[in-house]
């Protein structure tokens, strides 16, 4: 079991799900039938895997390099650390496992793919917001009132607010598919949050996704429903005020990445969840009960 730490600082109201969001859900291929799912050669899907994976290895190696020769090695292999969501260990742990059908596993992997792609995304926007404000600032402490720069780091946090929020809209539809085979859509007022973690709360493996129902939805109050659907967050500090905190804003991106890729790796091996965070504590420091096998023996 790995507990993983807290992420960097961190309302149970419910809405229908903003246009922003809506509209990134439909970029996803339609799901194929199971005739086509199935006719296609297993070695092709881990074909495309190696890949995908190929290409962000690249992504890595060529970001690393930016560090020097001496440091690019030690470099590449931290970022490799956090680069989640990776193709080929899922397609391996999913055929390991045998537990779920194989004419889903295709669609899986792009399903997951474009899960890191917003993370990697949003880790350009947070090495745009060092490179165009922070650094500045660091060389030259009397431009932290430039209209400029802090337009430019504006322009950063707005981007992160809703890249972390579609990160998760894919990753709920990911697990939903994964485990239903079905497409997860809002029904009448019900949200896709709604909808998918109602349906987590009668998912025993999936359950150590629950608590994260609160850390979406505050994100949702605080940040990504005022910025897209009412007055601007951002623009009060045209007016003087305060920038809102980078890091509470980075800190639903940072409980994704926090041990969920894993879980989710040991449950399509057929496993339980093994790795939590301090959503998943009792009031006596413990791991509670629920989401944990039925034996507790977790990893069997």
């Given at each position: 079991?790995?507990?993983?730490?807290?992420?960097?600082?961190?309302?149970?109201t419910d809405?229908?799900?903003?246009?922003?969001?809506?509209?990134?859900?439909?970029?996803?291929?339609?799901?194929?039938s199971?005739?086509?799912?199935?006719?296609v050669?297993?070695?092709?899907?881990?074909?495309?895997?190696?890949?995908?994976?190929?290409?962000?290895?690249?992504?890595?190696?060529?970001?690393?390099?930016?560090?020097?020769?001496?440091a690019?090695?030690?470099?590449?292999?931290?970022f490799?650390?956090?680069?989640?969501?990776?193709?080929?260990?899922f397609?391996?742990?999913?055929?390991?496992?045998?537990?779920?059908?194989?004419?889903?596993?295709?669609?899986?992997v792009?399903?997951?793919t474009?899960?890191?792609?917003?993370?990697?995304?949003i880790?350009?926007?947070?090495?745009?917001?060092?490179q165009?404000?922070?650094?500045?600032?660091?060389?030259?402490?009397?431009?932290?009132?430039?209209?400029?720069?802090?337009?430019?780091l504006?322009?950063?946090?707005?981007?992160i607010?809703a890249?972390?929020?579609?990160?998760?809209?894919?990753?709920m539809?990911?697990?939903?598919?994964?485990?239903?085979?079905?497409?997860?859509?809002?029904?009448?007022s019900?949200?896709?949050?709604?909808?998918?973690f109602?349906?987590?709360?009668?998912?025993?493996?999936?359950?150590?996704?629950e608590?994260y129902k609160?850390?979406?939805t505050?994100?949702?109050?605080?940040?990504?429903?005022?910025?897209?659907?009412?007055?601007s967050?951002?623009?009060r500090?045209?007016?003087?005020h305060?920038?809102?905190?980078?890091?509470?804003i980075m800190?639903?991106?940072?409980?994704?990445?926090?041990?969920?890729?894993?879980?989710?790796?040991?449950?399509?091996?057929?496993?339980?969840?093994?790795?939590?965070?301090?959503?998943?504590?009792?009031s006596?420091g413990?791991?509670?009960?629920?989401?944990?096998?039925?034996?507790?023996?977790?990893g069997?």
């Amino acid at each position: 079991m790995t507990v993983g730490p807290d992420p960097d600082a961190i309302g149970q109201t419910d809405e229908t799900e903003d246009v922003l969001i809506a509209a990134a859900a439909m970029d996803d291929p339609p799901i194929a039938s199971i005739a086509d799912a199935a006719s296609v050669d297993p070695d092709e899907i881990l074909a495309t895997a190696r890949v995908i994976d190929d290409f962000f290895g690249r992504a890595r190696h060529e970001k690393a390099a930016q560090y020097g020769a001496e440091a690019s090695a030690m470099v590449e292999e931290m970022f490799g650390l956090a680069d989640q969501f990776t193709a080929v260990a899922f397609v391996e742990a999913y055929r390991a496992g045998q537990v779920y059908p194989e004419d889903r596993l295709r669609e899986l992997v792009l399903r997951f793919t474009d899960v890191r792609l917003q993370e990697w995304y949003i880790q350009f926007d947070t090495g745009m917001a060092n490179q165009s404000y922070y650094a500045p600032i660091h060389l030259n402490p009397d431009m932290v009132n430039s209209a400029r720069l802090t337009l430019s780091l504006m322009a950063t946090t707005q981007s992160i607010i809703a890249r972390s929020r579609i990160a998760w809209e894919k990753l709920m539809r990911a697990v939903y598919y994964l485990e239903t085979g079905l497409d997860l859509r809002p029904s009448g007022s019900r949200s896709y949050k709604s909808k998918f973690f109602d349906w987590v709360g009668g998912q025993p493996r999936w359950l150590f996704l629950e608590p994260y129902k609160s850390v979406v939805t505050e994100h949702d109050d605080r940040f990504r429903t005022g910025e897209f659907h009412k007055g601007s967050i951002l623009r009060r500090v045209v007016l003087g005020h305060d920038m809102p905190d980078l890091n509470e804003i980075m800190n639903l991106s940072n409980y994704m990445m926090n041990s969920i890729w894993n879980n989710i790796l040991s449950i399509v091996r057929g496993d339980w969840p093994d790795a939590f965070t301090d959503l998943h504590f009792n009031s006596t420091g413990q791991i509670d009960s629920r989401y944990l096998p039925p034996d507790g023996d977790i990893g069997g």
